[in-house]
Each structure stands twice: as structure tokens, then as C-alpha cells.
């Protein structure tokens, strides 16, 4: 076919754009952007995609969305590249939101999981990744239906976006009982030293149900101080914080016992996988190509998986290498199993459809690893 | 013998202060300034227009926090409430009442002046350490009040305001960048020529009265409590009228775009340009939009640590900021002249 | 008699200001010196030459050790108490505290709860005034606990700026013969600086006498005293 | 006590209205204590225009904290201290250079980062009416402000002989130039009164001569009235019109130079053997 | 009732950590006369290295106590290399060198150590003290050892003559250096004490909030807080203080309705600077009286 060229794309490279919060408040999540570009590196040493290399151009932005206003006019206007990925975090992707779209430049991906990101009507240029965490409230919110109809559930939630959505998955999917059925909401601000004041609140209002809406930091402090205190409910904790190696080892295996979360990537950990050629592929990836990442940690799995998630999107670009195509593309990516996500659960998108993750696994803590349990569920917001 | 020194010291007032710029400089400086930033526009990619914006930007809302800390001696680590205040006001206008962006800059301005003035009368009992924690609280505090339920229905909470970026009016031939630029550097000229007025006026020797020696100010006659609370209202106006700009060219606010980083980068950028100095918080400005850049050029993982070292060197280079420095060279550069011309 | 401390050549700076111009000055072993000027002639500027706390070239030397150059702490753990002008009274610390800094550089709690009580018999007034905030002392009051922290150090040499300074004509009388004292009964050493050119020249063996940072004279202290040129262009009396 | 004191007031107020000559000011059982410590005790005195009171007495006598009840920076615990016939009690520090009083400060408390011209023209802000707003905008009249300030700060610098050093840093200066900048300051808001804290201070015998002259002219051509707080008797004795003396802040002795000179109490709390 | 009491417990715990800090803040301050805003940043460094020594195997309390001595260089050296040059250079400058110190340190940990969370063992053991599980067995340590802090801060400011030598430096260098104080090395001393200080707060405050290099970000802001609504002046003032704003903060969250518990930070802090508008020198300093 004809060789079709958008800006930042040429027979040799392929530019794409990100912003990370390499320093900052926010900086673990740094790890990442780190992990894409060790990917892409590996990529380029195999030989690039379609013959390409990846010429990956990574900003930092500080967590603060003028930064990330500034970086991303950078990446576009100046190093001109084809298309801005996994721009990381909800206000800093706001902030772009509009510049993106009136741009037309692809935002391709981003590292939050509001539902927002998938409105391909009136937002053809964004599209998010990993699943939403409206759907995944919602998730908890059917496995309650079912197993608990009269728990008293208290809600830990962050106090931005992130927590917000959570709790309005679960109240959605709790419908007309989440006025019964939740009996405390505890927000807490990434400032606050520790969560233990609000853990107590929630013990003392004999809640029965914990949905634990935290970052891996207060997720871990909550779980130790439920224990310590002596509570110990149906505990409910988000994906985003259930990490073994960064989260429930530090809280303590034992406090971390009968936890429930989803899951929707392999826990890097978990021995379940030792045998599992994708883990070993990454194993094998990390120990090359990333050898001081940190391969406890959860992030280090989505920035690879997410970068193959891209390296498919502009392996089906094949040599149209416009917007308009890696946009096409990324919206037509059928039953894709990425080699860490878990068994079945696949990426799906269409000319509707946005959100590339939709589906998530329960499972439990048995005080060693995770086991999944149950079907694979979609909690089906937007789509 | 008495009225000859007397014609001799009094002088032009440019002269004022041993070691300072001569006119003849200072004209040519000046001229140069206005020619480079005329063309700044036509020659630039909208991009780099757009981070010249911005750090005047932030160049306005340091000289702000000049005249209250520099200028007046009241510490403050607490400026970006004031810029967030600003930066909302003007969003608040014109997303939710269509109000059009020319009137979003007074309306900051003055919703800032009071919320400064306010906040300046229980400053009054406060000395440095105790005002620096206090207006440290009040850049803690202000992302979670923006984003308090409370006020959610017009801040939009966590989520913030999307603004459209204004476009230039009579049809004049700029883009959106361009405009927003030029829109900037006449608001700038007005405050900087305000602030220099300001400076070199009877209120501005009050203020630095005060600073030097609040007891003798007051036997003066300087009322130091009120001149303390309007410095910090109109230190807060500065920074209140950057922050409408600043959420005009992002075209976007949120609570995160004002935690106390923001705070810490404007008092950074006043101490790097000269405590005290007018035309040193330009340097400010620039310092604190392209320094994080440069930073990050050089390590990703340690561009925090990178960051400091060169905050450290500056520091080490000009302790008291790029205004001491030049004003060193030139006492130096003068000081040589008047030696060779013996 | 051996020279205590010598100074050749000194020259001192502000910054880029140069403000003494090269002059000799030495102090006797034992001896009172003066050291006398109008305003501004550099009289402060020596005394901070000596101790180190300003930028100077030529030579000093104490009790024949090099001291030019050395940091102000160390020339003064040498036996050598400055009375700053100005008074330095740490004002946040109490009037006894002030006095127990003045004897950081010694130990011996006895000797120096002795000595503070000596001052106290001196300057009543401080005993009064003992856990006052130096700060809120009259200005007269400070300035005896200026010289009664620089007593404190039990030095070989004093440096005293102005050491009458503020201070009503019954305390100034009784000051100068308590320097008197000390200086008999403890051998210290003194380099007085004073406008009252009369009360210091009384007291003094040797004198200086310095214009704009230059010497414009020096000698015994009563031959200065009775040259009736002298008295009349520099002195004034 | 207290009905004895309220005659006592009674009296001389009655008296100052029958007179024209009314005390410019008058300080009535003014007493202020730190604590245990007293530092003022029932001190009064009254002084007329144009004249020259010399304030004496032994260091910690009350002096200084008798100038700073002017100020207003301590206010008595009882007793009253009229200006012109009205009580300044009532107004806050800054409301004082406005009603013509003016002072200098025993321990310099000048703008240090100032030059030495900014110093006395900050010295006149209470000649001045302009704000923040019209300085800023540099309206004309404003401008108009500003030259004449300035024109009373240099005529004072002159006045002072401190033209060479107008465009010093004042914290540069040596000693005895500070304190005279820190005269010229307090002369710029033209006074009416003026409250001098050892001004010899750090002067040599010449220039506390020609001080004292200065002082002498400045009452007479500037029809200042002065208290004056001094250490040195020569310059007290030669220039003053009236002299109290204080002592543990007990007026001990009031009356001519001479008189005061000669009593017993102030030799033996005060001057000592050296009079002079 | 129950829920009061448990809320003033916890407060009293996480108040424990405030008080920690607040020690070292007050340490510095009364030695350099200013705050150290990289004092947070240096307490999770040394934690850092403390957790270093035990992954390497040595025993808790050794490494608690060569941490102690290496912070204590450690912050002796800083003073020496980075803040030396500044002598001269006016007090915001030093701020500024705070804040890069600050941004160096912080960045440094998270290049060694990265960002994910780590445990840090407690020498007190992890079960509660009391039966109702009101407070932990690390809380109560903690407590006890910020107690044990106090007292030597007490006896070093009031009853040795090195205090008052540090305290006279800090107040006038100047003057200190006639009175033949070592005025470099004091304040060299007080930054090596203040590290030592906010090291040993790091170990006890690191089994609480976790070991990360931001862990000392917000807490440090407590330590201010409770160190000025104490009184700057004051170790005793400061713990206090550090305990106040800790159960001042809870039973805000706790009991003033919406607000109270979005905003319990913000309540805190304006509590503090009412307390301040009141007692401008801190509930326990010493008021400082200027004359002229
Ligand atoms: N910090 C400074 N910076 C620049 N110049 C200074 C500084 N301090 C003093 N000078 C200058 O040095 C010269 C000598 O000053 P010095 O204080 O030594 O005089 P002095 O003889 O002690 O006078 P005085 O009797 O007033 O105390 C003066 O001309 C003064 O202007
Ligand atoms: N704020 C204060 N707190 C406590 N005591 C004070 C305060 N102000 C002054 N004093 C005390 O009051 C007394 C009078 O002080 P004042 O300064 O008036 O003395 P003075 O007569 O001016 O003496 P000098 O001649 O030494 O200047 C002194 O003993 C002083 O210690
Ligand atoms: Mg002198
Ligand atoms: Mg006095």
C-alpha cells in the first residue's frame, strides 16, 4: 500500500508523546512511563515496529496540570509527534482534553480510569485504557447484591476523582439500597498523614462491609489499622491498590487475609504465574531491559502491558501512519490478550466503544496470593 | 561651597542609589525590551509564544509576592491561594456566567484584593516564621476548599473549568497565542509600570519603612498595620490578575494546578530574580517555567534532585538574585570606568 | 615592656571600599592604649580589623602568633574581648544568660559564677536586672553589660568601642576605674577607643590618633595631651 | 490620693486657660511599670513653647521610656500626658507625627536598606496625603507630592551638612553621621515638639559643641520646642532652658541648669565628682 | 462517648507523630533561628538508610543507633558543605537552599529506594496496648520515646552551656563569635542534633504512614504546626502542641458535620493561626519583648 505519513511518523521513527509525573507528590507513578520506555527500547533493539524504531519522548509535568498543558503543547507544536500516550493522571488529562481534541492529535490511552475518556462522540481523539473505576465500583456492588444484601458498608475513599468514581460505581450498582446500605463515607486527602482517624469512624458506625477506595499508601495504612483495631469486616479494595509486593506485604500478609478485589493484569508475585509464558517474557524483559525497575510492583506491568497495547494499535497502522489511521486502529483492536493480563480478559474497541479494558476477575487473598474466583464481569458504564 | 554640592547631588533621579544603571543604559535596555518583545510574535512557534506567556504569567504574580515579601517584609509561602483565586474568578465568569474575559482580569483583580486584604488583618499579628506557616496553611488549604462540596456547583470540584481560549478581537490577523500574548504584555506593562510607581512613590518608602523598622515607621506617622494589610491586598491583586491570566492561557483550572508547589515555585522564582527588585522577577518568571525543563533534561529519574542542584548554584552564583548580580556588575563595571577615566 | 599585639601595615575594607589606609599601631604587654579620631575616621573599623571581622591585608600579630586572617572566634579564644560598638547585647537571652556567653570559653563553674557576681558588684544596676530580657534594658544599662560580658572572658587584652558610650557621668566615672583596676590588679591589657579625649587620655600610657583611616600621630598619652596643636585640630578641647 | 489629684488637675488647667501662654506640653503623674519594675513614678512637668527642657538622670532613670509614652509605645498606667491642652493617650503610634511631635531614637532605629535622602523623606509622610492607588498611577498631583518632599528633604540634608552621603546606604555610615541623619528625619515632618535621645551620642567634644548649637538653632529658627535626654552636662548645662532630673524614675530635682547642677540629690545619684 | 474517646486516642497517637517532628523543627529553630522546610525530607532519608541497614541483616536497635549517628554527620556535613557558601547570603536565600535541599534529597531516595511502599519494623511490637485496641503497642512507644526526646532537648536548651552557646549563635552571630562561640560549628551542631532528632522521629513515624519518600511531606507540615502553636521556643510547648493538633484534627473530622470531614486540614490549620492571632509567640514560648 501507499506510505501514508502524519507528522512525527516517517520510514524510519515513529514519535510518540507522554507526560509523567517524574517528580512531584505523584512520582511512584513515574515507574511507568519508566517501564514504556524500557519496552520500547527492547522493541527497538528487536527491530521496531513495521521497521521503525519508537522514538519515545517522555516529559515530566509534575502531577500539575499547567505543566502538563505546557509539556503536551510541547510534544505537539515542537517535537511534533504523532500522537500523545498515556498522559498520566485525571486533571492532568482534563487539562488537554479540549486542546487534544481540537488538535486532533491522538490522546491515546491515558493512565486514569475515569469514565470520561471514553466519549468517542464528542471526544473522537481520547481514549482511555485500563478499566474504569465507575465499572469496577459497580463490580463490588453486584458481588454485594448477591452475597450481602444487608451489609452495612463504609466507604475509605480519596477525596478527588479517582475515589469519587468509585463510590459512584457502587452506588449506582447498589441503586435504591445505597441509601440503606451505606452507612458511613470517610473521604481522606493524599495530604493527610495517616487514615486512622476515619478507620475508627468506620468501625464505630458498625459497618460490616469495608469498601477500601485508596492509593497504595493509605490502602496499606488502612488495612493494618482495621486489623490492629480489631475490625474486621468484608473488605473490599480496589485494584488500583492491590499490589502483594507494594501494598499488602507492607500492610502485613496476616491483616491482609480473605481481602476481595479484581484483578484484570497478572499479579507480578503471584506464584501462580512462575510457569506462565507471558510472566516469563517479562521477567525476562525486566531483567534485560529494565533491570533496577522494581518487579514487585504493579506498575512496571501496566506500563508494559499498556505499551503493547500501542505497539499493536501501530503494528495494524502498517504504513498509514496518520491520526486519523492510529486512531482507526486503536478503536478497532479485537479480542487483544495482552501477555500479563489475565486469561480471558481481553481488549476490545470500536468506533463506540473507548474503554479498551472493560473486563475484571474477582478474587480473594488467601494470606499468600490471590485467587481468582467467579466469572469474568463487566460492569458496563458508558459502553 | 554649600550650593555646589548640593547642585551637583541632587542629580538626576536615576542616579539615586550609588552603583545603579545610568539613564543612558537604562533607555537602551528599555528600548531593546519593547523591540524583542514586538517581534516576538511573528518570529516564534505559537508554542514558545505561549511559554513566554506563561512566564510573565508568573513573572506578575512574583512581583506581587514581591511587594508583600521583598518590599514590605511580610513572608508569605502561601501565594498560590491567591493565584487559584484568581484563576477561578476568572473561570467562574466565563463558563458559568459567559461573562467575557476582558472583565474577568478587574473582577480578579478586586475579589483578590479583598480576599488579601482579609486575610492580611490576622496576618498583622503574625511575625515571619509564624506568617510563613500561616500563609503555608493557606496553600495547604486552598485545593481542598476549591474542591469542598460546598462549592463544588461553581468550581466544579475535583473536576475544574474548561475555558475557551480567547480569540483576538476587531479581527486583528493573530491566532489565539498570539492574541493571548500580546493581551499579556499590555496587561504586564500596566503592572509593572504600576508596581515601579508603587515602589518609588511615599507609599513605597513606607513599605520598606516598615520593612526595616516597623517601630519607627509608626513614629513616622505610617499607620503600619493598615499599609501592611493593603500591601497584602494588593500583593494578592498581582498575583490574583496572573492567575485570570494564567487560567486564560491553560484554559483550564483544577485544584491540582494549585497545591503549594505552586506556592514554593513563585516564592523560588522571587528569591532567584532579587528580594526586593522590580525587574528581577522577570528573571523569576522564566526561572520558574523553563528551570523544571531544563532539570528534567538531564536525568528523568533524578530531575527533582537535578532541579535542586541548580536552584543550589544559582543560589551560590547570586545570593541575592539576578538583580544583585547585575547591580554588582554594574557598581563593578562603573567603579572601573571612574578608575580608567582618572 | 613586650608588645602585646602588633599591627603593620592594616589595611581594611568594606566590600570594595577601602576604609584604612596602612597604618601601624602596637599595644603594650600590660599597657592601656587609646585610640582617638573624629567621627568616622576608622576608629571601629580598626578595632573590627583586629579581631577579624573585616576584610584586611597587612600584618597583626598577638602575643607574636600571626592572627590576620583567622576567624573572629578564634582570635578571641586567645584572650582578646571586644566591646562592639553598638553593644551586641543578645536581647532574647536574660541579662545573666548574656553574662554566661561572655564566659563561653571557659570552664570552672565556680570561677565563673564568681566573676559574675564581680561584675554584679560593679554594675548593681545588672544585679537588679539579673533575669531581665536583655533587650529591654535602658541603653546605659546595656552598655554595662557590654563591658561586664567582655570581662567575663577574663581576657589578656581588651578592645573597648566607646566604652562610655550612653552611660551617665557617676557610672563613666566609676567605669574608667574599674578598667583602672583590671588593669592594675589583673595585668589586662587595653586598646580604648573614646570621644571623651581627655577621660582617655587620662587613663592611657600610649596613644593614636587617626584621620580618615590614616595615623595622623602617635606617643605617650601625655604628650599628646599637652600639645596644644594637637588638642585644638583633632581633639577639640 | 485620688481627690487631690483631681484638684491638682483642676488648678493649672483653669490656670492655662486664664494664661495665653498655655504649656505646649504637659506631663501629669505619668507612671509606667515592667512588672515589678517601675520605671516611671508620678513624673510631671509642663513645658512651654520654644523652650528647651534637658532631661537628666542616672542610666535606667525612666528617660527613654518617658519619650516612648510620647510615642505611645508604652502607655501609662495612670496619669496623663497633654499635648497642646489634649491627651495623646488616646492616639495610636502613628497618630502622633501627625500632631507635630517628632523624635529621635537613643539606639538609631533607622531604615537601614534606605539611603540617607529616602530616610528623611519618610521622615515627611505625614506632609504627604497620597495612597497606594494615586502612586501607582502616578497621578500629577501626586508628582507635585513628591517634589515637594523632597524639596524639604534636601533642604534639611543641607541643613544637616549630610549632601555628600544623601545617596548612601544610612547603615554604611559611620556612627555620628547615623544620628544626625536620624535629627534630619525627625525634622522632616516639621514638628512643633521634639524629643531628642542622646544625640551626643558618639561625638567628640567640637561636635558636640556645634551639635548643641544646632540644637539652639533649631528651636530658634525652626521654632521647635525640644526635650532633650543627654548624658553629657556640658552640652545639658549650656543650652537648656529648664532641666528635670529623674532618678528610679522619680522626678528628684527641676529648675534652671544651674540649680539643678548645684542639688544635692543629683550629684549624689547623677553627676558625681566630674562635674563639668 | 466511645467514639470521642477513640478519636482522642487516635489523635494523641498520630499526635505522637506530630510531636515527634515538632521536637526536631524546634531543635533547628533554635539553632539556625529559622524553619527547616528539608527537615521532613532528611528525617525520611535517614529512615531510609535505617531500612538499609536491616534489609543488610543488622539487628533494629543497631541500626537505630548508627543511623542516629550517621544522620547526626550527615547533617553536620550539610550544614558545613551546602549552607556554608550562604553565610553571608540574606535569610530567604536560605529558605531557597531548604527547598533545593529538599527536592534533592526527596528525589535522591526515590532513585535509590523508588516509590513503592515499605514496611519499617517497630521495636515495640505490632499488638494493641490496650484491649480495646485503642492504641497500639508502637503508638504508646513512640509517645514514650518523643517523652524521653523531651527531656534531653529540656536539660540540653536549659541546663548545659553548649544550649545556651547554640541559642546566643543563632540569635547574634556576631556578637556570639566576640564571645569566642564557634558560630559555624554551633550551627553545624544544631543540624547534626536536628537530624539526629528527626532520624529517630523517621523510625518511629515510618512503621505508621510507611517508608516512601513523600512520607514526610504533610507530616512535616504537622510538625510546624505543632511546634508553632507551642511555641518555637519551647520542646515542651512543641510536643504539646504536636498532640493538640493531632486531636484537634480528628474531632474535627469527626464531629463538625460536611465540612469537618472534607476539610479537616483546613480546620486545623485555621484553629492553629487563631491560636496564633491570640498568642502570637505560641500557647508555651516565650513572648520577646523589642524596644527601642
Ligand atoms: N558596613 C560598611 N560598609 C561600607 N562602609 C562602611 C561600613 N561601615 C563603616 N563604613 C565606612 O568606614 C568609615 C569608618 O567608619 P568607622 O565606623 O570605623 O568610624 P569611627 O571612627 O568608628 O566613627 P564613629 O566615631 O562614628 O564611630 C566611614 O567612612 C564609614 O562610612
Ligand atoms: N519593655 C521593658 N520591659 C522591662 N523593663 C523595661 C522595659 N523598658 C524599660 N525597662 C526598664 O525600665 C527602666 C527605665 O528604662 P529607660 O530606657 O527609660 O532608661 P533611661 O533613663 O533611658 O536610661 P539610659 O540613660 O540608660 O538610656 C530600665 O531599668 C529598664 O530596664
Ligand atoms: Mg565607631
Ligand atoms: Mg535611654
Avoid at chain 1, 483495631?229 to 468484608?234: Q, V
Avoid at chain 2, 554640592?5 to 537602551?28: D, Q, S
Avoid at chain 3, 533575669?131 to 567582655?150: D, Y
Wanted: aromatic letters at 10%; proline letters at 5%; a neutral charge.
Amino acid at each position: 500500500a501507499e506510505k501514508k505519513y502524519g507528522p512525527g511518523a516517517s520510514d524510519t521513527e515513529i514519535k510518540v508523546g507522554n507526560t509523567m509525573p517524574y517528580s512531584g507528590p505523584a512520582s511512584a507513578y513515574g515507574l511507568i512511563g519508566k517501564s514504556i520506555e524500557a519496552y520500547y527500547k527492547k522493541i527497538n533493539a528487536e527491530g521496531g515496529v513495521n521497521g521503525r524504531k519508537i522514538n519515545f519522548i517522555s516529559y515530566d509535568d509534575a502531577y500539575s496540570p499547567p505543566k502538563t498543558v505546557e509539556q503536551v503543547r510541547k510534544l505537539v507544536e515542537s517535537d511534533e509527534v504523532l500522537l500523545v500516550f498515556q498522559p498520566l493522571g485525571t486533571p492532568s488529562n482534563s487539562a488537554i482534553h479540549k486542546y487534544m481534541n481540537a488538535k486532533k492529535v491522538p490522546q491515546l490511552f491515558v493512565a486514569t480510569g475515569a469514565t470520561k475518556w471514553g466519549d468517542p462522540k464528542n471526544f473522537p481523539w481520547t481514549m482511555g485504557w485500563q478499566p474504569n473505576y465507575q465499572s469496577e465500583g459497580r463490580i463490588y456492588a453486584e458481588y454485594l447484591m448477591k452475597n450481602r444484601p444487608q451489609g452495612k458498608i463504609g466507604i475509605l475513599f480519596q477525596n478527588d476523582d479517582y475515589g469519587k468514581d468509585y463510590v459512584k460505581g457502587m452506588k449506582d450498582g447498589l441503586g435504591d439500597k445505597a441509601k440503606t446500605m451505606i452507612v458511613s463515607e470517610q473521604p481522606y486527602e493524599t495530604s493527610d498523614p495517616t487514615v486512622d482517624s476515619q478507620i475508627i469512624n468506620l468501625k464505630s458506625s458498625s459497618a460490616d462491609v469495608f469498601f477500601n477506595v485508596t492509593t497504595p499508601k493509605f490502602a496499606a495504612q488502612a488495612i493494618k489499622k482495621a486489623h490492629e483495631i480489631g475490625w474486621t469486616p468484608l473488605h473490599l479494595l480496589n485494584n488500583v491498590s492491590n499490589s502483594v509486593g507494594s501494598v499488602l506485604k507492607p500492610a502485613g500478609l496476616d491483616a491482609s487475609k480473605d481481602i476481595l478485589s479484581t484483578a484484570y493484569l497478572k499479579d507480578p508475585t503471584d506464584s501462580t504465574w512462575d510457569n506462565d509464558p507471558g510472566k516469563k517474557d517479562w521477567l525476562a524483559f525486566m531483567d534485560k531491559y529494565f533491570p533496577e525497575g522494581d518487579k514487585t510492583s504493579s506498575f512496571t506491568v501496566y506500563g508494559y502491558s499498556v505499551a503493547q497495547t500501542l505497539l499493536q494499535v501501530l503494528k495494524q497502522c502498517g504504513d498509514d501512519l496518520t491520526r486519523e489511521n492510529v486512531m482507526k486502529q486503536a478503536a478497532s483492536l479485537k479480542d487483544l490478550q495482552l501477555a500479563m493480563a489475565l486469561p480471558g480478559i481481553k481488549i476490545n474497541t470500536s468506533e463506540k466503544d473507548f474503554f479498551p479494558f472493560e473486563q475484571m476477575q474477582m478474587q480473594k487473598f488467601n494470606g499468600e496470593r490471590w485467587e481468582l474466583f467467579g466469572p469474568i464481569m463487566s460492569g458496563e458504564v458508558g459502553s | 561651597m554649600m550650593l555646589r554640592r548640593t547642585i551637583e547631588t541632587r542629580g538626576p533621579p536615576a542616579a539615586e542609589v550609588a552603583g545603579m544603571a545610568t539613564p543612558a543604559w537604562r533607555v537602551i535596555v528599555f528600548v531593546l525590551g519593547i523591540v524583542v518583545l514586538a517581534t516576538i510574535p511573528f518570529v516564534l512557534k505559537n508554542f514558545y509564544i505561549f511559554q513566554i506567556t506563561l512566564a510573565v504569567i508568573y513573572a506578575i504574580a512574583i512581583l506581587g509576592l514581591n511587594l508583600l515579601t521583598g518590599f514590605n517584609g511580610q513572608f508569605s509561602l502561601g501565594h498560590s491561594a491567591f493565584y487559584a483565586i484568581g484563576a477561578y474568578t476568572a473561570a467562574i465568569m466565563m463558563d458559568g456566567f459567559d461573562i467575557s474575559y476582558i472583565w474577568t482580569l478587574p473582577a480578579a483583580a478586586m475579589v483578590c484584593f479583598v480576599f488579601g486584604f482579609l486575610f492580611g488583618l490576622p496576618a498583622l499579628r503574625l511575625e515571619n516564621i509564624y506568617l510563613a506557616l500561616a500563609t503555608f496553611a493557606l496553600a495547604i488549604a486552598i485545593p481542598q476548599v476549591l474542591k469542598s462540596s460546598l462549592v463544588e456547583h461553581w468550581t466544579g470540584g475535583v473536576q475544574g473549568i474548561s475555558i475557551i481560549k480567547p480569540d483576538a478581537p476587531f479581527g486583528l490577523p493573530l491566532n489565539s497565542d498570539q492574541w493571548l500574548y500580546v493581551y499579556t504584555i499590555l496587561v504586564a506593562v500596566v503592572m509593572y509600570v504600576g508596581a515601579h510607581n508603587l515602589v518609588k512613590s511615599r507609599t513605597g518608602r513606607a513599605l520598606i519603612a516598615i520593612r526595616d523598622h516597623p517601630i519607627a515607621a509608626s513614629a513616622m506617622g505610617i499607620n503600619v498595620s493598615l499599609y501592611k494589610s493593603l500591601t497584602f491586598g494588593v500583593s494578592a491583586l498581582y498575583t490574583g490578575v496572573a492567575g485570570a491570566l494564567g487560567a486564560l492561557a491553560i484554559s483550564f483550572v483544577a485544584p491540582d494546578s494549585f497545591t503549594f508547589q505552586l506556592a514554593v515555585a513563585l516564592f523560588v522564582g522571587l528569591v532567584v530574580g532579587g528580594v526586593a527588585s522590580i525587574s528581577g522577577t522577570l528573571f523569576g518568571g522564566l526561572f520558574v517555567l523553563f528551570v523544571p525543563n531544563i532539570a528534567e533534561h538531564f536525568s528523568k529519574g533524578l530531575a527533582g534532585a537535578v532541579y535542586g542542584v541548580i536552584l543550589l548554584l544559582v543560589i551560590y552564583l547570586m545570593p541575592t538574585g539576578a538583580a544583585g548580580l547585575v547591580r554588582l556588575i554594574v557598581s563593578r563595571l562603573v567603579q572601573q570606568g571612574r578608575a580608567s577615566g582618572r | 615592656m613586650s608588645k602585646l599585639l602588633e599591627a603593620r601595615a592594616l589595611c581594611a575594607f568594606y566590600g570594595a571600599t577601602q576604609v584604612l589606609f596602612g597604618f601601624d599601631l602596637s599595644i603594650e604587654e600590660g599597657g592601656i592604649t587609646t585610640l582617638l579620631g573624629a567621627n568616622g575616621a576608622g576608629k571601629t573599623t580598626t578595632l573590627r580589623a583586629l579581631c577579624g571581622m573585616v576584610r584586611t591585608t597587612g600584618d597583626i600579630r598577638f602575643d607574636g602568633k600571626a592572627i590576620r586572617g583567622r576567624a573572629t572566634e578564634d582570635i578571641v579564644r586567645l584572650g582578646i574581648a571586644h566591646v562592639p560598638q553598638g553593644r551586641g547585647t543578645f536581647s532574647r537571652q536574660t541579662v545573666e544568660e548574656n553574662l554566661e556567653i561572655g564566659a563561653m570559653t571557659r570552664s570552672g563553674r565556680a570561677a565563673i559564677d564568681a566573676d559574675i557576681e564581680r561584675v554584679y558588684g560593679y554594675f548593681p544596676r545588672l544585679m537588679e536586672r539579673r533575669r531581665q530580657q536583655a533587650g529591654t534594658l535602658s541603653g546605659g544599662e546595656q552598655q554595662m553589660l557590654a563591658v561586664g560580658r567582655a570581662m567575663m572572658l577574663r581576657p589578656r587584652l581588651m578592645l573597648l568601642d566607646e566604652p562610655s558610650f550612653g552611660l551617665a557621668p557617676l557610672i563613666v566615672e566609676e567605669l574608667f576605674g574599674i578598667l583602672r583596676t583590671l588593669n592594675q590588679t589583673e595585668k589586662v591589657s587595653m586598646l580604648v577607643v573614646e570621644q571623651n579625649a581627655a577621660l582617655a587620655l587620662d587613663l592611657a600610657e600610649e596613644a593614636y590618633l587617626i584621620e580618615t583611616g590614616e595615623l595622623v600621630t602617635s606617643g605617650p598619652a601625655r604628650q599628646l595631651r599637652d600639645d596644644e596643636n594637637i588638642r585644638r585640630a583633632y581633639l577639640g578641647y | 490620693m485620688s481627690a487631690p489629684a483631681a484638684v491638682a488637675i483642676e488648678v493649672p488647667r483653669a490656670a492655662a486657660r486664664a494664661m495665653t501662654a498655655a504649656p505646649l506640653i504637659d506631663v501629669r503623674d505619668v507612671c509606667v511599670r515592667f512588672g515589678g519594675i517601675v520605671a516611671l513614678d508620678c513624673v510631671s512637668f509642663t513645658l512651654p513653647e520654644r523652650e528647651l527642657l534637658g532631661l537628666i538622670g542616672p542610666n535606667g532613670a525612666g528617660k527613654t521610656t518617658l519619650f516612648n509614652c510620647f510615642s505611645r509605645l508604652y502607655t501609662p498606667v495612670s496619669g496623663d500626658i497633654l499635648f497642646e491642652g489634649q491627651s495623646i493617650l488616646s492616639r495610636p503610634p502613628h497618630r502622633i507625627a501627625d500632631i507635630g511631635i517628632g523624635r529621635t531614637f537613643q539606639n538609631l532605629a533607622l531604615f537601614r536598606t534606605m539611603s540617607v535622602l529616602d530616610n528623611v523623606r519618610v521622615g515627611s509622610h505625614p506632609l504627604g496625603r497620597s495612597d497606594f492607588l494615586s502612586n501607582a498611577l502616578k497621578l500629577p498631583w501626586t508628582v507635585r507630592e513628591e517634589k515637594s518632599l523632597a524639596d524639604i528633604a534636601w533642604e534639611l540634608i543641607d541643613f544637616l551638612d549630610l549632601g555628600e552621603v544623601a545617596h548612601r546606604r544610612v547603615a554604611d555610615l559611620p556612627f555620628g553621621m547615623q544620628k544626625r541623619v536620624e535629627l534630619a528625619r525627625a525634622l522632616a515632618a516639621r514638628p512643633k515638639l521634639l524629643l531628642l535621645d542622646e544625640p551626643a551620642g558618639g561625638l567628640n567634644h567640637t561636635e558636640i559643641h556645634g551639635l548643641g548649637e544646632l540644637i539652639r538653632r533649631i528651636r530658634d529658627e525652626r521654632r521647635v520646642t525640644i526635650l532633650l535626654v543627654e548624658h553629657h552636662m556640658s552640652m545639658v548645662m549650656s543650652i537648656c532652658d529648664k532641666v528635670v532630673a529623674l532618678d528610679f524614675g522619680k522626678k528628684i530635682a527641676e529648675g534652671t541648669p544651674a540649680e539643678v547642677q548645684r542639688n544635692e540629690d543629683v550629684i549624689l545619684a547623677y553627676l558625681g565628682t566630674t562635674k563639668k | 462517648m466511645e467514639l470521642f474517646l477513640h478519636q482522642v486516642l487516635a489523635g494523641l497517637a498520630t499526635g505522637g507523630i506530630y510531636a515527634c517532628m515538632a521536637l526536631a523543627v524546634v531543635m533547628i529553630y533554635q539553632a539556625i533561628d529559622h524553619l527547616n522546610f528539608a527537615q521532613g525530607e532528611m528525617a525520611m532519608f535517614s529512615t531510609f538508610i535505617a531500612w538499609q541497614l536491616i534489609q543488610w541483616g543488622l539487628p533494629y536497635w543497631l541500626a537505630f543507633g548508627a543511623t542516629i549517628a550517621i544522620s547526626f554527620v550527615a547533617g553536620v556535613a550539610i550544614e558545613r558543605v551546602v549552607l556554608k557558601p550562604l553565610h553571608n547570603a540574606p535569610v530567604l536565600s536560605h529558605v531557597v537552599a531548604f527547598i533545593a535541599l529538599l527536592a534533592i534529597l526527596n528525589s535522591a531516595a526515590g532513585f535509590i529506594w523508588d516509590y513503592t511502599i515499605k514496611s519499617f519494623p517497630t521495636p515495640f511490637g505490632n499488638g494493641p496496648l490496650f484491649e480495646q485496641g485503642l492504641m497500639s503497642k508502637h503508638d504508646g512507644g513512640m509517645i514514650a520515646v518523643t517523652l524521653l526526646m523531651l527531656a534531653f532537648l529540656y536539660l540540653f536548651f536549659r541546663h548545659t552551656r553548649i544550649g545556651l552557646a547554640m541559642r546566643a549563635a543563632a540569635a547574634n552571630p556576631e556578637s556570639a563569635r566576640l564571645a569566642g562561640i564557634r558560630v559555624g560549628w554551633m550551627t553545624a551542631l544544631g543540624w547534626g542534633m536536628a537530624a539526629a532528632i528527626g532520624s529517630v522521629a523517621g523510625m518511629l513515624i515510618a512503621p505508621v504512614v510507611f517508608l516512601e519518600p513523600n512520607m514526610m511531606l504533610s507530616i512535616l507540615l504537622y510538625g510546624f504546626a505543632g511546634a508553632v502553636v507551642g511555641g518555637l521556643t519551647s520542646p515542651g510547648g512543641a510536643v504539646l502542641g504536636g498532640f493538640l493538633v493531632g486531636i484537634v484534627e480528628n474531632l474535627a473530622g469527626t464531629y463538625i458535620p460536611v465540612v469537618g470531614r472534607e476539610m479537616k486540614l483546613t480546620i486545623a490549620l485555621f484553629i492553629i493561626v487563631a491560636v496564633l492571632c491570640v498568642k502570637p509567640s505560641g500557647l508555651f514560648g516565650r513572648p520577646i519583648v523589642t524596644r527601642v
